[in-house]
């Protein structure tokens, strides 16, 4: 079982179109971050969100964070083929004595001209 | 600065064979990991150490060893490979994440195929 699920798993659309992506636990996060990773690459950071309740954009990206820090949401606005790539998020939880990253399955877009 | 390196981007070992994944990193990070990444699962944590000489277990750390004798290494070893091994490996680096918002650098990954 994950402890963070994403959904959907996969998503096909239209250039232009809009799109959210849902990234929920059960779990508490101190913090939350939402990476981009493209084939043959790692992951790269978009952002990171740390208040519940906090918004951030990123050019056509609205990111959201829920406000019991328990859920977060990425929004993409008029998508471009650019944007395709699997979309992770991944939240800090303090275990062991330290903080620990644990990661979603991940959203794989893909952004059709 | 190269970030994080990895080394060999691809290999095929038979079952019961051993090998080293290396990984070094040149921004002095004290925090180093290793994932692997199977379809549809996303990341999951093998090991990971909070500084030279410090390592410990992820989620996912049966049929791995590590060792972390400099900041800048971190090579994960695989001593009698098995089918269940097959996956892509990451290593990253943080600063650490005692502040919330540090990001974690990712190396380009190995892709491992055990037959």
């Known amino acids: 079982t994950q402890l963070l699920e994403q959904s959907p798993q996969f998503l096909s659309i239209q250039e232009g179109e809009n799109l959210t992506v849902y990234c929920n636990s059960s779990?508490?996060?101190?913090?939350l971050q939402w990476y981009r990773q493209e084939p043959g690459e790692g992951p790269v950071l978009l952002v990171t969100?740390?208040?519940?309740?906090e918004v951030k954009k990123l050019k056509r990206l609205t990111f959201q964070f829920g406000d019991a820090r328990k859920d977060s949401s990425l929004h993409i606005t008029a998508a471009q083929p650019g944007d395709t790539g699997l979309y992770l998020c991944?939240?800090?939880?303090?275990?062991?004595?330290?903080?620990?990253?644990?990661f979603g399955a991940g959203t794989r877009l893909a952004v059709h001209p | 600065n190269a970030g994080v390196t990895q080394t060999p981007k691809f290999r095929i070992l038979k079952i019961g064979q051993s090998m080293t994944l290396q990984c070094t990193q040149d921004?002095?990070?004290?925090?180093m990991y290793w994932y692997r990444q199977d379809p549809g699962m996303g990341l999951k944590l093998i090991y990971y150490?909070?500084?030279?000489?410090?390592?410990d277990k992820g989620e996912v750390p049966n049929g791995y060893n590590v060792s972390r004798s400099t900041t800048e290494d971190f090579p994960l070893r695989l001593e009698l490979a098995a089918p269940s091994q097959t996956s892509v490996y990451f290593c990253?680096?943080?600063?650490?994440?005692?502040?919330?918002?540090?990001?974690?650098?990712f190396g380009n990954g190995t892709r491992l195929t055990v037959t």
């Open positions: 990253a680096s943080s600063y650490g994440l005692r502040q919330n918002n540090s990001p974690l650098h």
């Open positions: 779990s508490v996060f101190s913090s």
């Open positions: 969100v740390v208040t519940g309740g």
């Open positions: 991944a939240g800090t939880l303090f275990s062991g004595g330290y903080n620990k990253l644990i």
């Open positions: 921004m002095n990070h004290n925090y």
């Open positions: 150490s909070v500084g030279a000489g410090i390592t």
